[in-house]
């Protein structure tokens, strides 16, 4: 029941950007999009989150359209290491996170 | 400046024995947010703790399953009578509030 959909996987060549998309059209409007990657299996590592403005950490770069339907997660030179699962979540009110399925990033060298 | 704390990383049961799996939040985290992940799939959350409180327990089974987060200590997930579906990776997650979770590594459980 997670309220965004992700392609299921993607291939990004190593030191080049990649750029993983979101769709979360039932978005309110004060609930916050949110971004986790899983490596192998271990705990989810929180990358980044926006509500609206576009935002920038030493991680990531979050794109969130105009109409905050759609978001992109942009990794700039994405290494071996970023080889993960990318999980795009719509925080609810109580702070729940529904995690979907994710993109399955491969770096490729 | 530890980070969130799981034990044990891995439980290995068999069918019927209890399990007991711990979550020591950051420091300064009274927020606690259990998940489980079942093989190839996504977390599903579980249960939602504030220290002495449940807040939000409507991803939990309605039986064998129970949380708590006393006052002093770690939340602790147990699980009764386990069966071999109670196999997964169980993540604990600990904020301040409305704020960002912090994920532990996880406890794997094995239902021989």
């Known amino acids: 029941d997670a309220k965004t959909t992700q392609p299921p996987s993607m291939d990004c060549a190593e030191g080049r950007a990649a750029n993983l998309p979101c769709n979360h059209s039932?978005?309110?409007?004060?609930?916050?999009v949110y971004w986790y990657r899983q490596i192998h299996s271990q705990g989810p590592q929180y990358i980044i989150h926006?509500?609206?403005n576009n935002e920038t950490n030493e991680m990531a770069s979050l794109i969130i359209t105009e109409d905050r339907k759609s978001s992109t997660l942009i990794l700039p030179h994405a290494t071996l290491r970023d080889t993960a699962v990318y999980y795009c979540?719509?925080?609810?009110?109580?702070?729940?996170?529904?995690f979907g399925a994710g993109t399955r990033l491969t770096v490729k060298p | 400046n530890a980070g969130v704390m799981q034990n044990p990383r891995h439980l290995v049961r068999r069918r019927g024995q209890e399990a007991r799996l711990r979550c020591s939040p950051m420091?300064?985290?009274?927020?606690v947010y259990w998940y489980r992940q079942l093989p190839e799939e996504g977390l599903k959350f579980m249960v939602y703790?504030?220290?002495?409180?449940?807040?939000?327990e409507s991803g939990m089974p309605k039986e064998r399953f129970s949380a708590e987060f006393p006052k002093e200590g770690p939340s602790i997930l147990r699980i009764q009578q386990v069966v071999r579906g109670d196999s997964a990776a169980y993540f604990c997650?600990?904020?301040?509030?409305?704020?960002?979770?912090?994920f532990g590594p996880g406890t794997r459980l094995l239902v021989l």
């Open positions: 926006g509500l609206k």
């Open positions: 420091k300064g985290h009274s927020h």
């Open positions: 039932t978005i309110s409007g004060n609930e916050y």
């Open positions: 979540i719509v925080r609810g009110l109580n702070n729940d996170m529904r």
């Open positions: 997650a600990s904020t301040t509030g409305r704020e960002t979770q912090y």
């Open positions: 703790l504030q220290k002495e409180n449940i807040i939000d």
